[in-house]
């Protein structure tokens, strides 16, 4: 079984920044997309970054320049670097992956726990 785990999340002043992690573990065939989310209080969950297996990125305008998705293959682990952050930032950041296990033919998607990212004014 496949589990996502967060990171690197807490309280940074306005302007600040923090990078996030997300580790995935488990029977592990592969891993194709793998993206971050992140829901504000009283908001809809919304897209922040994915990155393909191919290593290429994709960002919402909002978050172009600012955050930065990367992964590292031999960890099976994604990071989000979010800098000039604004108290908007502040979130539960959340991470998704689309997995193939041995068990598996397909690429089936996970979910991550979430992490609390706090910005102050």
């Known amino acids: 079984q496949v589990q996502l785990v967060e990171s690197g999340g807490g309280l940074v002043q306005a302007g600040g920044s923090l990078r996030l992690s997300c580790a995935a573990s488990?029977?592990?065939?592969?891993?194709?997309?793998m993206r971050w989310y992140r829901q504000a209080p009283g908001k809809q969950r919304e897209l922040v970054a994915t990155?393909?297996?191919?290593?290429?990125?994709n960002y919402p305008d909002s978050m172009k320049d600012r955050f930065t998705i990367s992964r590292d293959n031999a960890k099976n682990t994604v990071y989000l670097q979010m800098n000039s952050l604004k108290p908007e930032d502040t979130a539960v950041y959340y991470c998704?992956?689309?997995?193939?296990?041995?068990?598996?033919?397909?690429?089936?998607?996970?979910w991550g726990q979430g992490t609390q990212v706090t910005v102050s004014s």
């Open positions: 998704n992956a689309d997995i193939r296990t041995y068990a598996a033919y397909v690429s089936l998607n996970y």
């Open positions: 488990g029977t592990i065939f592969s891993i194709n997309a």
């Open positions: 990155i393909t297996n191919t290593g290429s990125t």
